[in-house]
């Protein structure tokens, strides 16, 4: 069975990390796009933060034109909400 596509909400702590972040704009829009495209099909592909937790995050640090990162977000049946996005640390990098 196909995943339903959900729609994708940033909230405002993630939008003010992305422009933290000091991307080109429209290189951090198709990364954004890219995301969303994942996220709005199948939310499960991230971790959950902890065993029966709705914060999920999901790791990102295979594209060379960011460092990596880690978006944090949860979801519903219908919507998935971007909660944060931040720069990857050398300790989640090598767990």
């Known amino acids: 069975m196909p995943h339903r596509r959900r729609t994708v ?3 405002h ?4 990390e992305l422009y933290e972040l000091e991307c080109d704009p429209i290189k951090a829009d198709l990364f954004i796009e890219g995301v969303e495209q994942h996220l709005a099909c199948a939310p ?6 902890y065993e029966g937790s709705l914060i999920w995050f999901l790791s990102v640090s295979e594209l060379s034109d960011f460092p990596p ?15 944060s996005i931040r720069l990857q640390s050398e300790r989640e990098e090598s767990s």
């Open 9 to 11: 909400v940033y909230g």
């Open 13 to 16: 702590t993630f939008l003010k």
């Open 44 to 49: 499960d592909i991230g971790t959950q933060a």
């Open 69 to 83: 990162l880690m978006i944090f977000y949860t979801f519903n049946e219908s919507t998935v909400y971007c909660l």
